[in-house]
């Protein structure tokens, strides 16, 4: 195929070439009623380059296929028999690939280390989530992927479960045997989707973990803001065997997508897949040296622990990500949330992820000499300042095994049924009715219908003293828990 081109953006200048006075949304008009303090901000472009796909982009009848076009190349790109572009992020695309392979009520394997938007879709396309817990690794105090072993065990104790979802890489950037899980699944003829969130990079160039596609999984889910060069929002199904099929996904993404999607980002979709064909294997390498270059530099800073590839061994990771820095910088006396939070403050930059152990910095193709000078430089002035931050109370971080809570009910009954708020000392033995998840990266520590422990708790309401974020429970506090009322 001619990856030179670009339909979406070729049809995007086109639009604007011809100057088309579209008289539907959106009401800005090509930005003719754009205020401009507003654009001063924002850029007019953006809002000239924002035309609604029917009647904008294409015609009413959509006649000159220019989405199917980009998608066909983009497939074509990363091996796939077929892609499809979404605007709603991948929180949207792993549910509609969810309920693309189990409907309410059907089994579905899933991977509990999973983000807060697959949980929301065990939630809201009522399947019976059959949990499949991650390696836990103590010494990092890191959850890895399952193994495939794990697959085969839950597949055979729920013969009649639809399939599995996995999420390979980990925010850590640590993965799964992709291949391994999927041979595990289709032993039992049933497919395998692969949150690949963290993954857009992988198809482009082999120094990294093998990418869903040549893994053999069914369905893989990549949002291209993450690791790649797409705007936010921007997310991407890949499709291949005859598991799943193609008609029932475009159905089911239909159910649940929007009727405005953001030709914006289609178009920074479009212009990444020529972009990673035409020079994707060059920018990976440099990022890749790059990144090794960094782990070099902070290794020899004291006090920090620098992950890198010995994570990669058996009962831990399978394989992992070098584009993720990940440094443990409990030995200086602060948590990753402090070393953030210190180091947007003092430094002005922001790393990508962070928990009670460590930052995460992702390094991408767009790094070049100042940005990779500039985070080493940062974190050196955070171990030379580190005495100087303020103690908090300490996290109590659970044992091993703590987290693998008992599933009470499904987790629809209990998030939609009858539900009350309770003081948290009363919570404990109490089914929860909501999700519970500091952020980032995301991950419930609870979920609903999981049975609280104390020692859930515990870690909880450390966390909370300590300054976890936790959007998603009605009280972030964590003074009182939402749990499922007594009949
Ligand atoms: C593993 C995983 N899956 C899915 C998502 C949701 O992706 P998006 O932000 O594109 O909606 C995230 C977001 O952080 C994630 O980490």
Redesign the pocket.
Known sequence: MDHSRVPVLEALQEFRRRGDVAYGPPGHKQGRGTDPRVAEILGMDVFRSDVLSLNGLDDRRQSQGVLEQAQELMADAVGAEQAFFSTC????S?RTAMCSVAGPGEKLLVSRN??K??IAAVIINGMEPVWVHPKFDAERHMAHPPEADDVRNGLREHPDAKGMLL?TP??WGTCADVRAVADACHASDVPLIV?E??GAHLPFHDGLPVWGMNADADLVVT?V??MGGAIE?S?VFHLQHDRVSPTVLKQREDLLGTTSASTLIYAALDGWRRQMVEQGHDLLDAALHRAERVRARLRELPGLKVMGGEVVEEDLAAEFDPLKIVVDVRDLGISGMQAAEWLRANCHIDVGGSDTCRISASITHADDEETEKLLVESVRSLVERADSIERRPAVHLPEPGVLEAEQAVLPRDAFFGPAEQVPAERAVGRIAAETISPYP??VPVVAPGEVITAAVLDYLRSGVAHGFLIPDAADSSLETLRVVARP
């Open positions: 992020g991948s929180s949207l792993v999973a983000h938007s697959v999420i980990t925010d949150d969130a963290w949002s803001h993450k929002q997310s990266p995301g």
